[in-house]
């Protein structure tokens, strides 16, 4: 019998398996449907001797140092700096959009214009939502405000999650403002670095204490089942501790009914040319029916006769039939997690943690902060 099962391999199971082991010195079984470990961040080498991120980019990115000192016990770095641009009236611009967006798309005195009311408005280096800055009263700003709302925001927001940008949770444009500055990185963040040898490798070495068992290929269903406040694991009350890091509503037998994720279709292709584009993202807002192109070569870089790129299909979620990759913001879908949340409370020894158990759209960074958080709180 072990003293706790973790549901889920990703990053918010991982490092709790990793601190449970190594710190309280206790047993962990790690149930995971998936063959293999690292949840959606699982990359691997394609045939095209490439390291490709299986389930889309994943660019690790952050401001909180102790997330850098932990994970730097478990993987070596190569620093990585993520540029993005966005096809718009045929030209390739910097997103966030930002002065030299503005300087490649409009006239030059037009431009100089706009730059300057910005930058008086708000001050150099500020960072503005679309949804704030349509709130200006200026009438160039205005015009600015609109074109990029249209031209930036609207088409790939509708294509992302079905909705307008106003009708999705104000945070999730605010990922991408309107940057008043000529920094053309896609995040600011003191430290951009990948692990040298990919994320597999870093989940490895995270889940590599011998009181840790994996158990792939296990949907967790097969294993445990709740009734009233009680736990069972393979048919017998179990009295460790439940880490969940899956889907909330499948834990409960959708009693409150099934919740909505956004999926994706992620189409890879192989192509026989040294390079396809300029820079590692290239975000399609306003042709195609996918979001973006991301060429992989430019994120691990290696030197090879052919490229890999992915494109992004953004698709409704079907269950059984694509992943959740993203928890939904409407109300509906909130007061129904909160219905999930409270049922999870009356079990003593379960805990949520997570993108999925906690219906969040966590960054990377931030489960691995959370995941070490709740650690300190509870042990
Ligand atoms: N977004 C957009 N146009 C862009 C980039 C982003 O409209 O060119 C909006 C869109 O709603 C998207 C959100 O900003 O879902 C957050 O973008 P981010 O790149 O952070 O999404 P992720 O990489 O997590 O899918």
């Avoid at 597999?200 to 994996?214: G, K, M, Y």
């Avoid at 959708?254 to 820079?279: H, P």
Wanted: negative net charge; hydrophobic residues 35%.
């Amino acid at each position: 019998m072990y003293d706790y099962l973790i549901v889920g391999a990703g990053f918010a199971g991982a490092v709790m398996a990793e601190r449970i082991t190594t710190l309280l010195g206790k047993s962990v079984n790690i149930i995971e449907k998936r063959s293999h470990i690292g949840g959606n961040c699982f990359d691997t080498i394609d045939t095209n001797g490439i390291r490709i991120h299986q389930y889309g980019p994943h660019l690790f990115h952050t401001d909180n140092r102790a997330v850098i000192d932990y994970l730097s016990n478990f993987t070596d770095w190569e620093s990585y700096e993520h540029e993005v641009l966005a096809s718009i009236e045929g030209r390739e611009v910097p997103i966030p959009f930002n002065l030299n967006s503005i300087d490649m798309l409009f006239p030059e005195e037009r431009a100089k214009k706009l730059e300057a009311k910005l930058i008086e408005r708000y001050g150099y280096g500020d960072k503005v939502p679309i949804l704030e800055l349509q709130k200006t009263d200026d009438t160039d700003l205005k015009e600015l405000s609109d074109y990029i709302y249209k031209n930036v925001f609207l088409n790939y927001t509708i294509k992302q999650w079905g909705m307008r940008p106003e009708e999705i949770d104000l945070d999730v444009t605010a990922r991408v403002p309107v940057h008043i500055s000529r920094d053309n990185r896609y995040f600011q963040d003191r430290y951009q670095q990948l692990p040298n040898e990919g994320y597999t490798a870093l989940f490895e070495r995270l889940l590599a204490h011998p009181l840790i068992a994996l158990s792939l290929d296990t949907p967790f269903q097969s294993e445990i089942k709740i009734e009233g406040d009680q736990i069972y694991y393979r048919g017998e009350p179990f009295g460790g501790k439940l880490l969940f890091t899956g889907m909330i509503d499948e834990l409960f037998d959708e009693c409150f009914g099934s919740l909505d994720y956004r999926s994706l279709r992620l189409d890879f292709e192989y192509i026989s040319k040294e390079w396809y584009q300029a820079k590692s993202v290239i975000n399609y807002p306003n042709e195609y029916d996918f979001t973006r192109i991301t060429e992989f070569k430019h994120i691990h870089p290696v030197t090879t006769e052919n490229t890999t790129i992915l494109k992004e299909y953004p698709q409704p979620y079907i269950r059984g039939e694509n992943l959740p990759y993203y928890p939904l913001f409407r109300l509906k879908d909130q007061e129904k997690y909160r219905r999930y949340a409270m049922r999870a409370q009356e079990i003593e020894n379960l805990i949520l943690i997570g993108r999925l158990a906690e219906y969040r759209y966590y960054d990377m960074d931030d489960i691995v902060s959370r995941a070490l958080e709740l650690f300190e709180e509870i042990f």
